[in-house]
């Protein structure tokens, strides 16, 4: 036991640079899915409901409501009503974003300026879209009814969107991590 200690303890520098990669995927990963169909038509409840993002769509909320094309479904007249809103284009430039976020924060391991950057605004971008929980209804579970009343619907129980927008909590404190290591090796 007091060897996996020592491991662990010794360990905090390469774990730090672990947490930097591990932030990378999941920014690469995520961000290049952005450029897909699928994955651009999944973030406009979000985008549209947000104070901070809605701005960027042609639409107002909640008519995309009615053109959601559910994952592995394409429906042509959906398709054109996200075309008309700029929901594409938006996502391919927000994918952008993402990336390069993604690289800053992996380019900590050899440069702790760029790494303090890309840690806050992996920390910046967690927050805003932790503001998601409070502007976008789709992160709660609906009262759909059914043959006896529903008990466990809205604030807190969470739906899949919302479990997925909470999990930012942890991209948050992984930026904030990263970016007081590199704070720490510029003060050095």
């Known amino acids: 036991m007091k060897q996996l200690l020592n491991v662990l303890a010794n360990g905090q520098a390469s774990f730090v ?25 999944g973030i406009v409840p979000f985008v549209a409901n947000s104070p901070f993002m809605s701005f960027f769509y042609t639409k107002n909320a ?5 053109y959601k094309n559910p994952e592995g479904k394409t429906v042509a007249k959906n398709v054109a009503w996200h075309k008309q809103n ?3 284009l938006f996502a391919f ?3 952008t974003v993402i990336i390069v976020i993604g690289l800053l924060t992996l380019a900590g391991i050899w440069s702790a300026r760029i790494g303090l950057l890309g840690g806050l605004l992996t920390a910046a971008m967690s927050i805003v879209t932790l503001s998601f929980l409070i502007t976008t209804p789709e992160v709660y579970v609906p009262n759909l009814g059914g043959d006896f ?10 739906s899949g969107a919302g479990r997925l927008v909470l999990k930012d909590i942890i991209m948050m404190a992984g930026g904030l ?3 007081s290591d590199a704070a720490k090796r510029i003060l050095k």
């Not at 947490?19 to 990378?24: D, E, G, K, V």
């Not at 909640?62 to 009615?66: A, H, I, L, R, V």
């Not at 009343?149 to 969470?158: E, H, R």
């Open 17 to 41: 640079h672990l947490m930097r990669i591990a932030i990378f995927i999941v920014m690469a990963w995520i961000g290049g899915l952005k450029a897909f169909q699928y994955e651009a038509d």
């Open 93 to 95: 430039g927000l994918g």
């Open 62 to 66: 909640p008519e995309y409501q009615q």
């Open 86 to 88: 700029g929901t594409y």
């Open 177 to 179: 991590l990263v970016a």
């Open 149 to 158: 009343p529903t008990p466990n619907y809205g604030f807190p129980y969470l």
